[in-house]
């Protein structure tokens, strides 16, 4: 049952819905968890009411799963019902009517200057896995792109010649510029280390940044690439792929960037997804006073 039905749902997502990979893998897990419940309870997918999802999401809860976490698995059960209302599996959705309390967002962690720099000077360049680990990183703080769509990036979706990366996917396309120290970084890699790490098997491999057995980078594996670094700049504040992302943007905004250009650079459908970094600038610019100016922190005179 579990099997047949995630098989069929995986199709409906790639061919129906158009999801990202993220979103793909995210809904895969929670509907693959969802159905292994349901089996235990001696439930069919077609014969589940709202009492029954009100039921599961408080066994989510009993298991301390997060508000977001939770929220995410609704969204995932709406999604896989509404494709049991195409097939005329089900004629309603009863997940369409359960309510949550919304998780209340919490700002990104923020690297200063100071901070990515010395993030950045962390991989040996003159060793073929820190070239390429320093490529990644100036890349991905020159663009801001998404840690997938950074290792889905291809040889040919970057120009050094102009100092353009194309980054696309099923939906969308946008181009992005490219500061030059991330051009002779990940030049660096392409003409002096990339080649050496791909197998003769692996030749055709159009992957740009490749992993140490000759194939496709993944986005666990440079997770964990930044978190080593993190830990050998002993830098304290939690740092994973997308505080580099959340970086880029705020440092563009505090040196004078459009809100609008952001968006477009981070590839954003929605401009309030962008608004979260005025909300962190005018936090920092707080911090920064409270921290540098002479008169702050004196007691008022009494």
């Given at each position: ?22 979103t ?13 419940y ?95 680990d ?40 946008r ?18 280390v ?31 690439i ?8 002993h ?6 792929p ?61």
């Open positions: 049952m579990t099997r047949d039905y995630c098989l069929e749902f995986h199709q409906y997502l790639i061919h129906k819905k158009s999801v990202s990979k993220n793909l893998d995210s809904y895969l897990h929670d509907i693959t968890i969802y159905l292994s349901l089996e235990q309870q001696n439930i069919i997918p077609i014969n589940t009411t709202t009492n029954t999802i009100e039921r599961y999401i408080k066994e989510l809860i009993r298991r301390k799963r997060s508000k977001a976490t939770i929220t995410r698995n609704l969204a995932s059960l709406r999604c896989f019902y509404q494709y049991l209302i195409e097939i005329n599996e089900i004629k309603y959705n009863p997940a369409k009517e359960i309510k949550l309390e919304k998780p209340q967002k919490k700002l990104p962690h923020i690297l200063t200057g100071k901070e990515m720099e010395l993030l950045l000077s962390q991989p040996n360049v003159l060793e073929a896995k820190g070239c390429r320093r490529a990644m990183m100036e890349l991905l703080y020159a663009t801001g792109i998404r840690a997938s769509e950074l290792v889905e990036l291809n040889v040919q979706d970057i120009n050094l010649n102009t100092g353009i990366l194309l980054c696309h996917n099923h939906k969308t396309k181009f992005i510029p490219i500061y030059r120290t991330a051009i002779v970084a990940v030049s660096d890699y392409i003409q002096r990339r080649n050496q790490m791909i197998f003769p098997k692996n030749g055709e491999e159009q992957a740009l940044f490749i992993n140490l057995n000759g194939k496709r980078l993944t986005r666990q594996g440079f997770w964990k930044i978190k080593s670094y993190a830990e050998q700049a830098i304290l504040k939690e740092i994973t997308h505080t580099m992302r959340h970086s880029f943007a705020l440092h563009l905004l505090e040196n004078g960037a459009e809100l609008k250009d952001i968006q477009v650079m981070m590839g954003h459908a929605d401009i309030s997804s962008t608004q979260i970094y005025l909300k962190l600038l005018n936090q920092h610019l707080k911090e920064t006073y409270h921290n540098c100016h002479p008169r702050s922190n004196q007691e008022e005179s009494k």
